[in-house]
């Protein structure tokens, strides 16, 4: 069955009384996405749960992240050292709209003063800008990656497709992407916060890339 059909066949496969519970989303080593009422296998990793008591929204929600408070700069400085990802499945596991891996980004925007940029850019590295001070007129925060590989792209990183981009990403409620020139783009609001995730992986352009950023305007 198609991964895109994957989502709809749940209704059907499913009957009620199991959606009186929960769905478990889970990942394998392959980057196979599986939706099971048990918890995922020793050998699949969770990605998210949706739990349908909450009837009008029945959205897949990454569960799997450990929430991470920052408060100040010391804070902030651990994140960004201890972060890492070993491919796209480990960085859209804990993408949410108003979450990155457990960052709660409305609230780190709302800090006093946390300044950072890993600057210069460089492939395979994971670069992060966070400019934020309150009172100021405009706070954000952007996290990206990118690899310099040729063609379709062998490297580790790279293990999903794009559509199945797309399609996790669908999952998580974030919706269809606007795309230009093999960049695929979402943009969303979430309260007095603009965010955007863009993605990158196209065969004849070597530059393949993520960024997810949040800016927060206006006081």
Not at 48 to 74: A, E, H, M, W
Not at 184 to 196: P, R
């Amino acid at each position: 069955m198609p991964m895109k059909l994957a989502l709809l066949a749940l209704t059907f496969i499913f009957p009620l009384s199991v959606w009186a519970g929960s769905i478990h989303q889970c990942e394998d080593a392959q980057g196979n996405m599986s939706f099971s009422s048990e918890p995922c296998p020793d050998n699949a990793s969770a990605l998210s749960t949706l739990n349908s008591q909450s009837g009008k929204n029945r959205r897949l929600k990454n569960t799997s992240i450990k929430r991470i408070i920052i408060n100040n700069q010391q804070d902030f400085n651990h994140f960004a050292n201890t972060l890492s990802f070993n491919n796209m499945s480990d960085v859209l596991r804990g993408l949410e709209a108003n979450r990155f891996h457990g960052v709660k980004l409305s609230y780190l925007l709302a800090q006093e003063n946390i300044q950072y940029e890993s600057r210069p850019f460089k492939n395979e590295t994971i670069n992060y800008y966070a400019d934020i001070k309150r009172g100021k007129r405009k706070n954000s925060f952007s996290i990206s990656y990118a690899l310099n590989v040729k063609g379709k792209g062998n490297h580790p990183f790279l293990n999903l497709s794009n559509e199945k981009i797309v399609f996790r990403m669908q999952s998580l409620g974030f919706g269809k992407p606007e795309t230009s020139q093999d960049i695929y783009s979402w943009d969303w609001k979430h309260g007095s916060m603009n965010c955007q995730f863009d993605y990158k992986r196209s065969d004849t352009d070597s530059n393949k890339y993520f960024k997810y950023a949040c800016s927060e305007t206006g006081y």
